[in-house]
């Protein structure tokens, strides 16, 4: 029974931590999203008066058209994942987030990496509107 509560505590303990146990597949496989969501502290956000829907699909169909990566697309939490950004390492991955408002939808782009974020930031901020208005 000592042995049980022993190896309860290590897991416990060992899941409970930054570098999560639970976060290490996702890590594995690339599909850890932590970093982009810790740095929407600092992201770069618009506000638009639309629903998430149109939100999501503009934004879906302007990284698509500017030839992005997308690692992940995931409307049920509002996030879309893109790659292969011109001018820095085509690795760095940049979150893009929505979410409603009484005013509209808030869309946020964040990354580790400020020269990334600015530069989707740049291309959604000034497609975004001309996309919304077309929908």
């Avoid at 506000?47 to 049920?76: C, G, M, N, P, R």
């Avoid at 940049?94 to 989707?120: D, H, L, M, W, Y």
Wanted: proline share 3%; with cysteine.
């Amino acid at each position: 029974m000592k042995k049980i509560g022993v190896l309860l505590m290590i897991v416990v303990m060992t899941g409970s931590g930054c570098a999560s146990l639970w976060d290490a597949p996702k890590n594995i496989l690339g599909y850890s999203t932590r970093e982009m969501e810790e740095a929407r502290a600092t992201s770069s956000y618009l506000v638009y008066q639309t629903d998430l829907k149109s939100a999501f699909d503009a934004v879906a169909d302007i990284v698509t058209d500017k030839s992005l990566y997308v690692h992940i697309k995931d409307e049920l939490r509002g996030m879309i994942v893109v790659m292969n950004v011109p001018g820095v390492v085509d690795t760095t991955e940049v979150g893009i987030f929505f979410t409603a408002q009484e005013n509209g939808v808030k869309v946020e782009v964040s990354s580790r990496s400020t020269p990334a974020k600015k530069a989707v930031a740049l291309m959604l901020f000034s497609a975004l509107p001309e996309f919304l208005t077309d929908m």
